[in-house]
């Protein structure tokens, strides 16, 4: 089901990108006359006069040689060509960005096309099949691959791969993107959790094969809930494997940082470098596992761990940490760049704790401590000494 709030919202145009793109996969579910009445009801209540069919005709004509494939499945369904035309016409609005029209001030010699926004900024899925699907937090759905074949099910901020069927025999991959500012769970088929950090990916098959290592590839920052089971759980980054058999961890493997941290919570995991069979060490709970991927070399260290899974609260949560490393944490965050210039500052240590303040906030708590400015220009924020 699709909510009324985000039709409204669509309709007013104040959606956002993440419920455009929700809109979109909607649509593509085959549900128009579901769509098409609650529009008609909010008009109705509304009471206002029904659009145009010269409005309705001019877009279908530019837009007929993309939608036709859509309106012909309509029209075998039996709907009425009431139905066909007007979720022609959304169709088209949703597949390219377009702002509709408020009802009630339609004008069919002023129609106001809306360019469709930059989609990197969406939570996303990969299918096996290489169809990419677009996922609003705040939706109910089931994901469906090509085929026709239900591949899991959207809970809201969760994705749950529960469809698991035993006449597989190879593995087919999924892979889920979180962009900046924003933090996503996924349940695996063994029931194994993991919440991304903002800005990473994760490629996992849709189902694991019975007797066979579970292994996934990480990009970026996960926090790792693993079932136990007679397979180890292999997570894989650029530069070194971690293994584990039923455990609680938290990775950071992010391109653009010269380490790959992981931090055990509960149980024991091993560290390997990449293409390797030589054990490292075992971590036991609250050690780290610290990777310098310039020497390639691993070390190991007691740490308070609470400091490296508190984003998975939506804490932050810094505890006598670098400048520079803070600030690279609220680049993420928030999904703002932050142009720090060479500075004393940047080595100055701060501890501090923040769960619902914002990016200037913090930073005018954390200038208490560290002498530094900042200012806002072309959507950028410059600190400087």
Known sequence: MISREIIDRFLKGEYSQEELEFLKNYFEKDEVEELYEMLRNDWTQAEAKPVPNEVIHQHWRKLKAEITPINQNKSKSGLSQKVITYG????????????????????????????SLNTSNSINIKLADGKIKYILPSGTRTIVASNGLAVAQQKENKLVYSFNRSDLTELRYNTLTVPLGKTFKVVLSDQSEIILNAGSSLRYPVQFLPNKSREVYLTGEGYFSIQKAKTSFVVHTTDISTTVFGTKFNISSYPSESTTKVVLEEGSISVNRLNTKKLIRKLVPNEMATYNKASKEIHISNVDISSYISWIDGVLLFKNENFSEIIKKLERHFDREIILTKSSANQAKFTGRFEVENLEEILKTIQKIVKFNFEEIDNKIYITP
């Open 88 to 115: 022609a016409l959304i169709a088209a609005s949703l597949l390219f960005g377009f702002f509709l029209f408020k009802p009630e001030t339609v004008d069919s010699k002023k129609v106001i096309f809306k360019t």
